[in-house]
């Protein structure tokens, strides 16, 4: 037998009624927002991640999908989807005809080579956002808002945001200083990963799970000591916009994230609900005022999020936040195979009139049909029989009082009508 790819999953059955309330919802708040949809490729160049999302990052240095394409290119299945939304916003110049902020919502397929775990996968599908313009607290706010908004709208209501500010890139690079110089006389208490972080990228020693407990880390330079009045305003001013908002944060200054782009405010939604095994991250996000120059474009900030997919439906399967069953109006039965013909125009007719509509093809006795009927969440059954076509009429019956009435063909959408 020829199994899945580790890491990968199917959705079928109950589990796509989940993947629909969430994207759906999900639409409807990007879109209340008014947010357009932004579709990019799957696969891009291999330059696009390593430049947009940093060479010595854990997802470029570990985890992406490269391979070359029959012509030589090197390309890379997309490890999310901010690099690829900024690519396309250069190369068609997106931001030219419009001095007003540009907004984007996407959702899709991403790949990390990663261990899978519960909740975490190597093919898994994000919800994100992404706005370009000038830097503005109020967009910020707006962005962290929706994220707030469409949780509440799934359902979910204990999700706490994390958020802190990195600075303008001259901020990191004094704090980079400090750090280095403060965490290298420890060098030998780092676990390993953290002995090369320090080097390449120390900031990401900071949210390192395994050194953060030591002794040493409890004395580790703190960021907002090295940001300018700039930074600091806008930061506040943001968190001023949060709270006219009545939005709850706590301010972490161990947040990094892991992706380089990131500069200012950096946030993470964490679910905690008691009926939840432990806290999860199921957003994160940022603003990154130099990504779109980096890559080749103009003097464009950005800001987004984008939420994981797999572990938000865990969430919601939890929590029991939606219907799974999908009700069918009208189940179509011929008698025997000699009515098959009547009832499949029959059932057709209600397709158009809107119903939603089983019609039962199988070569089987009635008593089967019926049964099998009575099994699946139908509303009325349409019972098609060879004397009640002589008058041109069918059986409707009602699946849960048990009624039954003989129907004109001709009336049936309208009866319908009436009891719907
Ligand atoms: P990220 O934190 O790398 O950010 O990913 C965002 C979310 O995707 C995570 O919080 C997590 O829920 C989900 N996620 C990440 N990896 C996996 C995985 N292997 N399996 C399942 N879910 C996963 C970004 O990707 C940024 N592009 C977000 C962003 C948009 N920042 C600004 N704009």
Redesign the pocket.
């Known amino acids: 037998m020829i199994t899945k790819p580790k ?1 990968t999953y199917d959705l079928y059955g109950e589990d796509t009624k989940i993947y629909d309330y969430v994207l759906d919802t999900f639409r409807g708040e990007c879109s209340l927002n008014n947010y357009e949809l932004i579709k990019t490729p799957i696969f891009e160049s291999s330059t696009l991640f390593h430049r947009g ?1 940093g060479e010595t990052t854990d ?1 470029v240095t570990k ?1 992406t999908y490269d391979f070359k394409d029959k012509g030589g290119r090197d390309l890379t299945l997309r ?5 690829g ?1 900024v690519r396309c916003l250069i190369e068609n110049k997106l931001y030219a005809n419009t001095n007003n902020y540009l907004k984007y919502y996407y959702y899709g397929p ?1 790949f ?1 080579y ?1 261990r ?1 775990q519960s ?4 093919e ?3 919800f ?3 706005v370009f313009g000038k830097m503005n607290p109020y967009i910020d706010a707006e962005v962290i808002n929706l994220g707030v908004k469409y949780f509440l709208a799934l359902g979910i209501e204990n999700v706490k945001i994390k958020i802190n500010n990195l600075g303008s890139k001259s901020d990191r690079e004094k704090y980079r200083e400090a750090l280095i110089g403060y965490l290298k006389p420890h060098i030998d208490e780092l676990c390993e990963d953290c002995k090369v972080r320090l080097e390449k990228n120390p900031l990401r020693v900071l949210d390192c799970k395994v050194d953060s407990d030591k002794e040493f880390f409890k004395n580790v330079p703190k960021i907002e000591d090295y940001l300018c009045d700039e930074s600091k305003d806008y930061f506040n001013e943001l968190l001023d916009n949060l709270n006219a908002l009545e939005i709850e944060y706590e301010v972490d200054n161990s947040l990094v ?3 380089d ?2 500069d200012y405010a ?1 946030f ?2 964490v679910t905690d609900d008691e009926k939840l095994k432990g806290a ?9 005022n130099d990504l779109v120059s980096t890559l080749g474009g103009p003097d464009l900030g ?11 439906a865990e969430i919601v399967k939890t929590l029991g936040l939606v219907k799974t069953s999908d009700p069918v109006d009208v189940y179509v039965v011929p008698v025997t195979e000699n009515e098959l013909s009547d009832a499949f125009i029959i059932g057709c007719m209600l397709k158009d009139a809107g119903y939603k509509t089983e019609i039962d093809y199988r070569d089987t006795s009635i008593k089967n049909k019926l049964s099998h009927a009575n099994k699946l969440d139908v509303t009325y059954i349409v019972i098609v029989g060879e004397e009640e076509l002589k008058h041109y009429e069918v059986k409707l019956k009602d699946a849960v009082t048990k009624e039954e009435k003989l129907v004109k063909i001709n009336d049936l959408v309208d009866e319908l009508n009436i009891n719907f």
């Open positions: 890491g999302i997802i985890e490890p999310e989807g901010t690099a939304v991403m990390r990663e899978p909740g975490r996968f190597r898994f599908n994000q994100g956002v992404e994230r892991g992706l782009y990131y950096v993470e939604f999860s991250t199921i957003c994160g996000g940022g603003r990154y950005g800001v987004g999020f984008a939420i994981g997919y797999e572990r938000l």
